[in-house]
């Protein structure tokens, strides 16, 4: 991401023919301008959106979460079926979770993974069926697995010693049955491209595949808990099958391993398939992709002589992410002379608050004006936030065009995914609403913030 002698830009920087089109791998497939150059998503106007509930605006494509929801499930469904085995997609609730959300994923035949108590009772609301849930989580307490078994969560997902503890001691007073998996670490690290396995791996999720056998066995022997399998998740923003493989084998030795000691029916292996931010992002086909991670697995269970689990796969991103649009009003427009040429600032009535991820990351996404298209020809932006921070970017590298101006409507693609979990009221600004749109209707589907919300909180406020 180097800049060159005569341009700011980054070099993987492409200088669009047109800074108003919109790529089709960024922007959700509803996107479109009207004959006036007005930006609509799902069949909705940008500036009725802003009009109607202002700006900054999380806006939410519900056929495009249901159509790459449904696509998956499509996809490993079929490569699983030409395997003889079985695929289920677990929506990571992580990315972006909400009762709607859980609704539209439920009804396209998905499956839902939480990972705290809130998350749980996010699904619970939605009136999702606790057995078709699964729980994550590195520090579970006591009370969030006594909730889980309770409520019947279909599995549970182990990552310590000490929470088989907890969670044996929870199925022996209530004498429940609770299916469980156990995470393992297997060395893969997909965003590093670096599948050496490390003698002790230097983070906090899971076992080590050294320390499984052990746990798997106290597992085992508890009763009330049943072992149903391994689980592996090696990262995000994965593009391509080499990953998956090489964790899967790694997983399936273990497996064959355990196989000693009574049947396993299921693999995990996770979420992480990536997305495209930007037009430079090339993520592979989603049935090429199905196709050829279930077809790893299955030659390396062939290589073992043991039959091809039942699979799971737990995509969040990959689901949410680019049914998302954030839709923005330009504040400020400044031009700033640097060494070589010059980068034009362009402010927004958001930021950090409402997407952390270029500051928290280093993440890229595009932009463009929503209210009209322009023929001025592109200049470099930055698209920054209103924060007292100068780390608050937004987009950190776009072309636009270059008679952007205060008053245009901005929308940034892609910002369905951990955005606004990771929000904040960074400075006392408020979380924006989170609109859905679909077949040209709009509805609220979680209410924006209030200064009276935000005051509600301090203590010292009386009235
Ligand atoms: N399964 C497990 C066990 C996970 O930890 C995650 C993500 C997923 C599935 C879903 O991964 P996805 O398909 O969405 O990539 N905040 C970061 C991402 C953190 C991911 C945490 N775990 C970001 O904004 O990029």
Known sequence: MHSTASSPAPEWLVVPDDANDLVPSVWPVSARRADDGELFIGGVSAGDLAREYGTPLQVLDEAEVRRRAAGLRGAFDAAAAAHGTTARIYYAGKALLNTSIVRWVREEGLNVDVCTGGELEVAL?????????????NNKSAAELER?????????????????QRLAEIVVRTGAQQRVMLRVNSGVHAETHDFLATAHEDQ???FPLTEAPAAVARIRE?????????????GSQIFGVAGFRESAARVLDLHQQLLAGGDIPQLNLGGGFGIAYTRVDDPVPITELADGIVAAVAEECARRGISVPALAFEPGRAIIGNAGVT???????KDVALGVGTRCYVSVDGGMSDNARPALYGAQYSAR???????????????????CESGDIVVDHEHLPGDVAPGDLLAVAATGAYCAPLSSNYNHVPRPPIVAVRDGASRVIVRGESMRDLLARDAGITQ
């Open 125 to 137: 609301a939605a009136g999702a069926d606790a057995a078709n849930l699964g729980f994550h989580g």
């Open 148 to 164: 889980a078994v309770e409520v019947g969560v279909g599995t549970i997902i182990i990552d310590s010693t000490i929470e088989i």
């Open 204 to 206: 906090k999720f899971g």
């Open 222 to 234: 508890t009763p009330g808990l049943v072992f149903t399998g391994l689980h592996c998740h090696i």
């Open 327 to 333: 839709l923005y009003e330009v504040g400020t427009t």
């Open 369 to 387: 004006i929503a209210s009209r298209t322009s023929a001025a020809d592109p200049v470099l932006v930055r698209v920054v936030g209103k924060h």
